[in-house]
């Protein structure tokens, strides 16, 4: 045949869109043309096949050879499309199995001796195949586990393109090669750390279980060695297990990032980039495929900056739309990549640039202006987005008789059990978490007595509650109520509540 088609998956950012390729082949001057909007990595994907081919045995036409990429207004990136390109061309000469190649979704960057090379994105590039219903796959080798977590996919795993010829009925005396290892994947954090190990912070620990219950976001302040970066490490291991959407939504994301994922992790991550990362990293982008940041890797669990005062504004900033939204959105010439970003903010940051001012015994030497300054690097909006708000201290003492009593296994219990009660009373609704739950709806069909808020309406009319931070405060006093396993809202769970928040309580 003169044209050949099968499938590749453009992906940006976790959407994916089949791509049909197209290989045409015309008595005109040699030459192999790719077009259909390909970034340059694609567009040298002519190259690799070429070579590839040759050193498979595989002989392309020594003709013209026409690669279209449809539909051709949607902009292709990556050396993802080497093996559909390859194929598509080979099946314009190489008896195969047309209406096999044709139903087929090739994946995968060829290696200049033919071999298939993993590539980033496999998960949700399958995802989408599956969900185009397309149910068959080739990959390399590297990325077979990966694939194979999709279910109802047939997935071929191939070391070289010789491979991928056989299984589409073609022939190939090509000897065999050694397969391209994946690449190390880094050690799991699978294993939660214990709560108990936590020393003389139970006001702390209590407020922990309060975010982990309700989905809320936290704030702790205090001088170093007060055990801020301890807690916020602990804050997954007492989160609910992630249900299949999350868990395939997370991996997928961890795909993109260019990790090795062999399997469903059910454990809610956690990210914590460091305080010299640029609103890039945080957000992501790149040049070519547009990467996740952290935010998007956090999502589904617990996005951490330990030493909050010594971000960049900017980068503080870029967290305000996401926190609204729930997804983040990376724009770059001509697209537009939406990742998710339920994530869980917990921030950590010092009194003060030396960190020992208002720390009982301590002495802080830094000057007004420096604190003022460090301070103000969390924003009056980005504090509004946060729902507790922990001032801690060193503690006193460190015999085990005063070490939290509550294990990991405890607050996680008390966790499910508040989030179940929650899902109850939402159930005619779209929210399951507290923290999810708009506030014209927490002010309106869910309203308690008006009595109940009277501390919340004196703190909006006086101005010291804007009437985000009003909705939040509902928020949290709901999950306060949830655990202590209130049917309806209580004076007592809003006085919590605004404990819980010391901006509010102490206006």
């Known amino acids: ?17 089949l791509v049909e390729v197209e290989a045409d082949v015309s008595s005109q001057t040699p030459e192999f043309a790719i077009i259909g909007l390909a970034d340059k ?39 993802g499309f080497d093996v559909a390109i390859a194929v598509a061309a080979l099946a314009t000469s190489v008896r195969m199995d047309a209406p096999h190649v044709s139903n087929t979704v090739h994946i995968g960057e060829l290696g200049l001796d033919g071999r298939l090379r993993p590539v980033a994105g496999v998960l949700p590039a399958v995802v989408a195949a599956r969900s185009a219903g397309l149910h068959r796959v080739v990959v390399p080798t590297a990325n077979a586990a990966e694939a194979a977590l999709v279910d109802g996919v047939e997935v071929f795993a191939a070391v070289c393109l010789a491979d991928v010829v056989r299984w589409h009925g073609g022939t190939s005396d090509a000897p065999d090669l050694p397969a391209i290892d994946p690449p190390e994947s880094p050690a799991s954090g699978d294993e939660p750390l214990e709560l108990a190990d936590v020393v003389g912070q139970r006001e702390a620990v209590d407020a922990l279980v309060v975010a982990a219950a309700g989905g809320h976001h936290i704030l702790m302040s205090g001088p170093p060695g007060a055990g801020k970066t301890m807690l916020a490490r602990r804050l997954p291991g007492i989160l609910p297990p992630l249900d299949d959407d ?20 059910r454990v809610p991550p956690f990210e914590s980039p460091h305080h010299g990362a640029t609103a890039a ?17 956090a999502s589904e669990g617990v996005l951490f900056l330990d030493e909050g005062g010594e971000f960049p504004a900017s980068v503080l900033d870029a967290l305000r739309q996401p926190l609204e939204s729930g997804v983040i959105q990376v724009h770059r010439s001509g697209v537009a990549a939406t990742y998710p970003a339920r994530f869980q903010l917990v921030v950590a940051t010092n009194p003060c640039p030396c960190g020992q001012y208002g720390v009982p015994g301590g002495s802080c030497e830094c000057a007004p202006q420096a604190i003022r300054r460090y301070t103000r690097r969390l924003s009056g909006p980005l504090l509004d987005r946060i729902d507790i708000d922990l001032r801690l201290q060193r503690v006193s003492s460190a015999r085990s008789e005063d070490a939290t009593t509550m294990t990991t296994a405890q607050a996680r219990a008390i966790v499910a059990e508040a989030r179940a009660r929650a899902t109850r009373r939402w159930g005619d609704t779209p929210w399951r978490r507290n923290a999810d739950v708009p506030g014209t709806w927490l002010r309106g069909p869910a309203a308690p007595r008006s009595e109940v808020l009277a501390p919340l309406d004196t703190a909006l009319r006086r101005g010291a509650l804007t009437l985000r931070g009003y909705d939040r405060l509902m928020r949290v006093a709901w999950t306060v109520a949830d655990i202590a396993g209130h049917e309806r809202l209580e004076a007592s769970d809003v006085g919590r509540a605004l404990f819980l928040r010391r901006g509010a309580s102490s206006s």
């Open 1 to 17: 045949m003169t044209v050949a088609r099968t499938w590749a998956v453009a992906l940006t950012g976790l959407r994916g869109d």
């Open 41 to 79: 990595a694609l567009g040298e994907a002519g190259r690799r096949v070429r070579n590839a081919c040759a050193n498979r045995g595989l002989d392309l036409p020594k003709r013209r050879i026409t690669v279209n990429l449809s539909p051709a207004s949607l902009p292709k990136r990556g050396s």
């Open 246 to 265: 999350a868990a395939l939504s997370v991996a997928s994301v961890r795909s993109l990032s260019g990790e090795t994922v062999t399997r469903l992790s």
């Open 281 to 297: 990293a945080l957000i992501g982008g790149g040049s070519g495929v547009i990467r996740p940041g952290a935010i998007a890797r």
